[in-house]
């Protein structure tokens, strides 16, 4: 090899170090790419009307669940990590007592309302937003992400990804205990 390709050569293999390694770290957590924090933690988390998923005549609002600890969960059926997540989220409402609020975001209402009825409803109400109206308000980039709001309308916890049992675990359910006490 000539030692004026070199230089190139050595250049291209470090990006494709730093590419791998990237790679790598995303097979060891599959969030990795997503786990950014919301600049809304700790702020008044945003209104949200919009029409009823099942119903567009009718509103689903956010202050319907005021002085209530509640859990917001952006998902979409054009999301495959909605459908992984969504057999659990039946589980946390109807196992665990969670209080799912749901916005549809940019979707087909039809096969949303469809999933809904085949596969279970876990959310207390389901708000319809095609034109990411609330979604902007919330910082969402991606489906699903999941809010943790609470009694005083406060955001505490966010996360970018699916909903697991072990998230559940470790994190959402001794959050969800603490913010029910106090």
């Known amino acids: 090899m000539k030692k004026r390709y070199l230089i190139p050569f050595g250049i291209f293999m470090a990006i494709m170090a730093i590419f791998v390694l990237g790679l790598y770290?995303?097979?060891?957590?599959?969030?990795?790419?997503?786990?950014?924090?919301?600049?809304?933690?700790?702020?008044?988390?945003?209104?949200?009307?919009?029409?009823?998923?099942?119903?567009?005549?009718?509103?689903?609002?956010?202050?319907?669940?005021?002085?209530?600890?509640?859990?917001?969960?952006?998902?979409?059926?054009?999301?495959p990590e909605c459908w992984r997540e969504h057999a659990f989220l039946v589980h946390l409402a109807r196992?665990?007592?969670?209080?799912?609020?749901?916005?549809?975001?940019?979707?087909?209402?039809?096969?949303?309302?469809?999933?809904?009825?085949?596969?279970?409803?876990?959310?207390?109400?389901?708000?319809?937003?095609?034109?990411?109206?609330?979604?902007?308000?919330?910082?969402?980039y991606g489906a699903p992400e999941t809010f943790v709001i609470d009694k005083q309308g406060v955001v505490r916890w966010k996360k970018a990804g699916a909903m697991t049992r072990e998230l559940w675990e470790s994190e959402l359910k001794p959050l969800l205990q603490k913010l029910e006490k106090g």
């Open 95 to 140: 196992n665990e007592g969670v209080k799912l609020f749901g916005i549809d975001w940019r979707d087909d209402a039809a096969a949303a309302k469809r999933l809904l009825v085949d596969k279970g409803n876990p959310f207390v109400a389901v708000g319809f937003d095609p034109e990411s109206r609330a979604i902007m308000d919330w910082g969402v």
């Open 25 to 79: 770290r995303m097979g060891e957590d599959p969030n990795f790419t997503r786990n950014v924090p919301s600049v809304l933690i700790g702020k008044q988390a945003p209104k949200i009307d919009l029409p009823d998923l099942f119903d567009q005549s009718k509103t689903v609002s956010s202050s319907s669940l005021a002085g209530q600890v509640w859990v917001l969960n952006v998902w979409a059926t054009w999301c």
